[in-house]
């Protein structure tokens, strides 16, 4: 079963409060797999929603599973804590939440919000939302991984069930 990853996209609609970056910078940062370009939580109750691109294949498929992927460390402050969600903005409702802690100050990559409960149609107005309750976050990179069967598409047939078919010249195209 093929997965695609979706990443970060725009900020339009999106709310990115108390974080040392804002608009494109901090969509660069968190969406390019570099663990060199991060974000720096600055204010208590740092929280960001933000949507992520969409995929025509994974959307006209059907979905098995979606992960967020998050790369990440506590920064000077102590452990981090909060919540990270699935988010759908078409229904304006989250689908899957997850309560996160972190202490490490090395990044790592974590898994979490896994869910069947992501529909085709969803698909295209995705997001991540991820809020940080206590210590300090700093974010490196965000992503939904999405498992999908790729939708069957049913070949066309010619079928000429009686009678004789003369091709002259040219060809047929179907």
């Not at 900020?11 to 969509?27: K, N, P, V």
């Not at 896994?114 to 969803?122: I, Q």
């Not at 995705?126 to 598409?153: C, E, K, M, W």
């Amino acid at each position: 079963m093929p997965v695609v990853s979706l990443y970060p996209n725009t900020t339009s609609g999106a709310t990115i409060d108390g974080w040392d970056q804002s608009g494109a910078t901090f969509l660069d940062y968190i969406s390019d797999g570099d663990a060199g370009s991060y974000v720096t939580q600055n204010q208590v109750g740092a929280s960001v929603l933000i949507h992520v691109a969409d995929s025509e294949a994974a959307a006209e498929g059907t979905i098995n599973g979606a992960s967020i992927f998050v790369t990440h460390k506590a920064g000077g402050k102590g452990a981090a804590e909060g919540q990270i969600r699935i988010y759908d903005f078409n229904n304006s409702q989250t689908i899957a939440l997850e309560n996160f802690s972190i202490s490490s100050t090395d990044f790592t990559t974590y898994e979490v919000c896994a869910t069947t409960d992501v529909t085709p149609d969803m698909i295209k107005d995705l997001g991540v939302y991820f809020t940080n309750t206590s210590g300090q976050s700093v974010l490196a990179d965000i992503r939904i991984d999405i498992d999908y069967t790729a939708a069957v598409t049913t070949p066309v047939h010619f079928k000429l069930t009686d009678g004789l078919v003369e091709l002259t010249d040219g060809k047929i195209s179907l």
